[in-house]
């Protein structure tokens, strides 16, 4: 999948960055207390972003990664810059399965653009599960996401880099670790729902 110009027209860019008051910022204020928060664009069911982003985690397209993390790049301004990239990790049996993790793609392509490091084995998934994006909204508020810190640091900003954000669940789950440790953090997602 090539996402020409025609198509980029299409997707619902959320461009919160541009508003006093942040609306996934002020979901996820609920579970945990955050820097910056960022949403690159809208998960709409059946909808363009959705294609992408299911092309990139199932369907072999690395590439997108890559162009995701450009708009990144094009979109986002840090007020105060991490000095850590952070993903959420994949269990090692559905990494092996699916051949890769998204996230690593788009992060290490961040990582160049921002000049800030990608750690890869800060976290681990430490339970496989059946796949968020499997479940409906009222199951994925209810699941137990285990994680656990693999090479945790301290007094570090953090960002916390996931592709979907739905009930702030997972992403909780990894803040909460990493808060634990005297961190500071901000959240970057692909696509919120």
Known sequence: MIICENCYSFIHFTHWEHLAVNPLKERLNSYFSSEEVFGLMFYEQEGLSQKIIHQLKYG????????????????????NPPNLLVTIPLHPIKEKKRGYNQLHLFADELSKYWKIPHRKDYLKRIQHNKAQAKKDRAHREKSVIPFALENPTS????????????????????????????????ILVMAVD
């Open 60 to 79: 072999g397209q690395k590439k997108i990664g890559k162009t995701l993390a450009k708009w990144c790049e094009e979109k986002i301004s840090f007020k």
């Open 155 to 186: 007094h570090q900003h953090i960002l916390l880099i996931d592709d979907v954000c739905t009930t702030g669940n997972t992403l909780a789950s990894c803040a909460r670790l990493i808060l634990e440790n005297n961190n500071k953090i901000s």
